[in-house]
């Protein structure tokens, strides 16, 4: 099992920056990928940025430079640096991980969310 808590939502102004946080417990070792998803009403959950056990990066071509994703395994906290921040950004964000278990199946975990707002 994996448990996945997000913060540091809020609101902001346009152009201004927040940093999202989740904290991950739980059978971290098996941890392969971890990825911020958002959902902004009435739209498709979009999957925003990846990182993989390796550090390799990926981000949507909507926050390509804008947005950072980075993990501090001593803290076992996954981030989201969100600079440059636009009133389209403005959903609820959560983070995923990608987990490997017996007979390479692969599970998958939810945070509860939470909402960016970015104002104009």
């Known amino acids: 099992q994996v448990l996945l808590v997000e913060s540091g939502g809020g609101l902001v102004q346009a152009g201004g920056s927040l940093r999202l946080s989740c904290a991950v417990s739980?059978?971290?070792?098996?941890?392969?990928?971890m990825n911020w998803y958002r959902q902004a009403p009435g739209k498709q959950r979009e999957l925003v940025a990846s990182i993989t056990d390796a550090g390799s990066t990926n981000y949507a071509d909507s926050v390509k430079g804008r947005f950072t994703i980075s993990r501090d395994n001593t803290k076992n906290t996954l981030y989201l640096q969100m600079n440059s921040l636009k009133p389209e950004d403005t959903a609820v964000y959560s983070c995923n991980a990608k987990r490997l278990g017996y007979s390479s199946t692969y599970y998958y975990y939810w945070g509860q969310g939470t909402q960016v707002t970015v104002s104009s």
């Open positions: 739980g059978n971290i070792a098996s941890i392969r990928a």
